[in-house]
Structures are given as C-alpha cells and as structure tokens.
C-alpha cells in the first residue's frame, strides 16, 4: 500500500512557477514507478510526466515537454514536479500516482495508488 499527498499547488501568473511535492508513505516508494496528472474542470484526467524507480528514466506529454520537470528523492519518499514557463491551460487540479511496475506508463487506468490532488491555477 502507498499513500500519496500532494503539496505546492495555488495561484500564479503565466509566465511563473511552482513545485509540486508528492509525498510518499510505505516502506516501497523507491520500487514505484511515479507519475503525475491533471484534469481541468469538463476535462478527462491527462497525463504529464513519469519517473522511473531509480530516477533515471523521465517522459512528459507534448504540452509540458521543455517548461515542467518531474524528479524523485526516494530517501525522503517524495516526488517533485518543477513547473516553469506556467500558461492559462495549465490550471487544473494535480494528482500524483503510483504504479508497482518497471515499464513507464501513461495510462491513468496503470496507476493503482493515487493522491486527493491540489489546485493549480494560473491567470492570464
């Protein structure tokens, strides 16, 4: 079991940035391949970016690629996601997920351990 609580989130202009946290309880987070996601209001949840276990491994959606960085500390349980250059159509609401598997995977229906999200918002 993994239990996933996101942080960070809250208003911002475009142009500016925030870092999300996710963090992580359970003795296997650095076994989890991680990920985030978000779903704007009328929206289906859509995929941003995954982490692979060990870090060493990232991909992100075309829209985020070049302006958002996913990273992990699995000494602390945390998964970060570093969003700069922020637009309008970023505001959504964020959800970290966690998958028991060694492959990336963008899917949301992958991830079995999800966080409650957090509101991001960015003004135009």
């Known amino acids: 079991q993994v239990q996933l609580v996101e942080s960070g989130g809250g208003l911002v202009q475009a142009g500016g940035s925030l870092r999300l946290s996710c963090a992580a309880s359970?003795?296997?987070?650095?076994?989890?391949?991680m990920a985030w996601f978000r779903q704007a209001p009328g929206k289906e949840r859509e995929f941003v970016a995954v982490?692979?276990?060990?870090?060493?491994?990232?991909y992100y959606a075309d829209s985020v690629k070049g302006r958002f960085a996913i990273s992990r500390d699995n000494a602390k349980n945390t998964v970060y996601l570093q969003m700069n250059s922020l637009k309008p159509d970023d505001t959504a609401v964020y959800y970290c997920a966690a998958a028991n598997t060694l492959t990336l995977r963008t899917s949301a229906k992958e991830y079995a351990y999800w966080g409650q999200g957090i509101q991001v918002t960015v003004s135009s």
């Open positions: 359970g003795r296997t987070f650095s076994t989890y391949v």
């Open positions: 982490i692979s276990w060990h870090g060493g491994r990232t």
